[in-house]
Structures are given as structure tokens and as C-alpha cells.
């Protein structure tokens, strides 16, 4: 067995949100008289925090705002995105990913997630994987994002293990950078696949059972 266990992002690897992210910083955006906020500028708030999020948006936006205004600009577009979120349900979760994560555990590994999202527990309940992983790092217990490594350090503490000992699994640049920076091997999937701080290009979820067992 090469590792003893894998961290994995939430958005993008175990399920996908972005179509609610997009929705949510869409409808935000509008509010604002922003009518130009477009998928590409989506894709540049993906693996990064909330409030790098929020630059992008207000890029387009000639009003200059104040950090008062635009903490409570990102708790708008996060309330809009937790109503979102009520339609997600174990349907969301692909068969691929549960048959797969079950087999890495029945492997021996530790499972494990490290997401910069504050709202993973709740993402995790509604796929039906609540008390599912062995440890859960998230947006509620770091204080950077990635590209810093930090939730993923704090996802190996979590499992008892040294960052060499865990596979990463990310499908964000950021992510996999953030992976790399924290000593890490990295299985990069999709835009993380083409990464140069990738380790192990896959083009499936469950091409991790041929990396990581």
C-alpha cells in the first residue's frame, strides 16, 4: 500500500457544487446591476476562499465597498447558496465515488476530507456521507485558504499521519498547489490534472484505487 490515507477535496471530487456557486454569485452579482458575470470568471473562484471569491465578482463593480459591507456581501451569497443546497440528496453522490471510497477503506486506508468550505458539514449530511470520513477539515477550522496548505496539515493531524503517508486528492490549481506546498502527493483530476503540482494525473475518480492502494 503506498499510502496510509487520502484527503480529498469536497467540490469537484466528491460531488459538485459549482453549478450552485455559480447560481448563488450570479444572483449576488445581479443584485449589484452586474450583468456580466460569466462562467469563466466562476471558474476562477474555484479551491480559493469566500472572500477571494467575492474580488472576482466585485471586479465588475465600479462601487467601492468596505470590509463591513463585503463580509456581509459574502453572507448574502452564502444564504442564497444554503437554500441551494436543500436539493442536493444521496442522489448527487455518483456511484463511481461511494464505490470507490469504499473500497479504499476496506483497503485499509484513512479517508479523509480537506475543503476550504464552511459549509461541508451540511454538504456531507445531504450525500448522505455524515460520520462517513475519519476526519474533516474545513473552512470552520483554518484561517487560510488554499493555495496554503493548511487544511490539508490539519486533515493529516486529524488522521495521525505525516504528509507523506497521505494522497491528496484535488481537481482545483489551487488545491493541488496547496497540496504540494504541504508536502503531499497529489492525484489531480480535471483542472488539477494538467497542474504542475500534480503527482498523479487522473482522468476518473476511481483511477485513485490503481494510485493510492
Not at 18 to 29: F, G, I, P, S, T
Not at 115 to 139: E, M, Q, W
Request: with cysteine.
Amino acid at each position: 500500500m503506498k499510502f496510509k490515507g487520502v484527503i480529498f477535496d469536497l467540490d469537484g471530487v466528491i460531488c459538485s457544487t459549482d453549478e450552485y456557486h455559480y447560481m448563488a454569485w450570479k444572483a449576488l452579482a445581479e443584485k449589484l446591476g452586474i450583468t456580466t458575470f460569466t462562467r469563466e470568471d466562476n471558474k476562477r473562484q474555484r479551491g480559493v476562499s469566500r472572500m477571494e471569491s467575492l474580488e472576482v465578482v466585485l471586479e465588475k463593480c465600479d462601487k467601492k465597498f468596505t470590509d463591513e459591507e463585503k463580509l456581509a456581501l459574502a453572507d448574502e451569497k452564502n444564504e442564497i447558496y444554503k437554500k441551494m443546497l436543500v436539493n442536493m440528496s444521496p442522489a448527487d453522490l455518483s456511484e463511481e465515488v461511494k464505490t470507490t471510497l469504499d473500497k479504499l477503506r476496506a483497503g485499509g486506508l484513512k479517508l479523509a476530507i480537506g475543503s476550504s468550505s464552511k459549509n461541508t458539514p451540511a454538504i456531507l449530511s445531504r450525500l448522505g456521507l455524515g460520520g462517513y470520513f475519519d476526519a474533516v477539515a474545513d473552512g470552520n477550522c483554518i484561517t487560510h485558504s488554499k493555495p496554503h496548505p493548511e487544511v490539508f496539515l490539519k486533515a493529516a493531524e486529524m488522521l495521525s499521519l505525516e504528509p507523506s503517508e497521505c494522497l491528496v486528492v484535488e481537481d482545483a490549481a489551487a488545491g493541488a498547489q496547496a497540496g504540494y506546498a504541504g508536502g503531499f502527493k497529489v492525484a489531480g483530476i480535471g483542472e488539477a490534472a494538467k497542474s504542475g503540482y500534480t503527482t498523479y494525473p487522473i482522468s476518473t475518480f476511481s483511477d485513485l484505487l490503481k494510485v493510492a492502494l
